[in-house]
């Protein structure tokens, strides 16, 4: 299994919404990483978990909430978010940080009203 | 601060040509390299990597040449396919992450 899911594939939801987005990987990959990707431009990495701690935050708004609950399991929960966090945000998992490729999911595409 | 980026950012070609997407980057110090693709409405997938030790690496189809001296690296995909329609990100590595590239669109006419 080399799959990196993520849910839901949509999401909608308004500026006092809070929502979940999630992701799993059941590579034994102790890495994980969030990045956001505005329209026709590159990922952006926000947060990074080794061996589920959380090891870097691109100085990313506290309304982004990182959540590791498990070494397949990476959560990022939103809250008060604002139109322009509109975007595709794409999970990625690697085998160890820093030394391995990373592989990503399909991302969820979020939308805020 | 240092960057990954791309020199062109369309690329179109004839279906059964050869394509090449060119990345330049500044950190010198780098030492690892992808290529990924990205499809309309999915995340990149990894095509192939190479290390800064090596020149040259190839795989199905592909091909990766690093040029250390003038901090260039180049994407050449043989026999393209419609298939092979997608944007095209290098990534350079950077402690534990991975800078991107702005990414080079490449669209396979028929």
């Known amino acids: 299994d080399t799959e990196v899911t993520q849910t839901p594939k949509h999401l909608v939801m308004g500026m006092t919404n809070k929502k979940s987005l999630k992701c799993e990987q059941h590579m034994g990959h102790r890495a994980m990483y969030w990045y956001k990707q505005k329209a026709k431009k590159p990922p952006e990495l926000m947060f990074v978990?080794?061996?589920?701690?959380?090891?870097i935050n691109e100085s990313v708004p506290s309304r982004f909430s990182p959540e590791c609950p498990n070494s397949s399991l990476l959560n990022l929960h939103l809250h008060a978010l604002q139109p322009e966090d509109s975007a595709l945000y794409l999970c990625?998992?690697?085998?160890?940080?820093?030394?391995?490729?990373?592989?990503f999911g399909p991302g969820t595409r979020l939308t805020v009203l | 601060g240092e960057s990954v980026g791309l020199h062109l950012p369309t690329l179109s070609v004839q279906e059964g040509d050869n394509s090449i997407i060119n990345c330049a980057y500044s950190n010198s110090a780098s030492d690892y390299f992808i290529w990924y693709k990205q499809e309309s409405g999915k995340g990149p997938q990894f095509i192939i990597d190479i290390r800064s030790n090596m020149d040259k690496r190839q795989g199905q189809r592909v091909t990766v040449l690093l040029n250390k001296t003038v901090k260039h690296l180049s994407l050449q995909i043989a026999a393209t396919q419609p298939g092979d329609s997608a944007v095209y990100f290098c990534?350079?590595?950077?402690?534990?992450?991975?800078?991107f590239g702005p990414g080079t669109r490449l669209s396979v006419l028929p």
């Open positions: 990625a998992s690697s085998q160890v940080p820093s030394t391995d490729t990373q592989y």
């Open positions: 990534a350079e590595r950077d402690g534990q992450n991975f800078v």
């Open positions: 978990y080794s061996y589920e701690k959380l090891s």
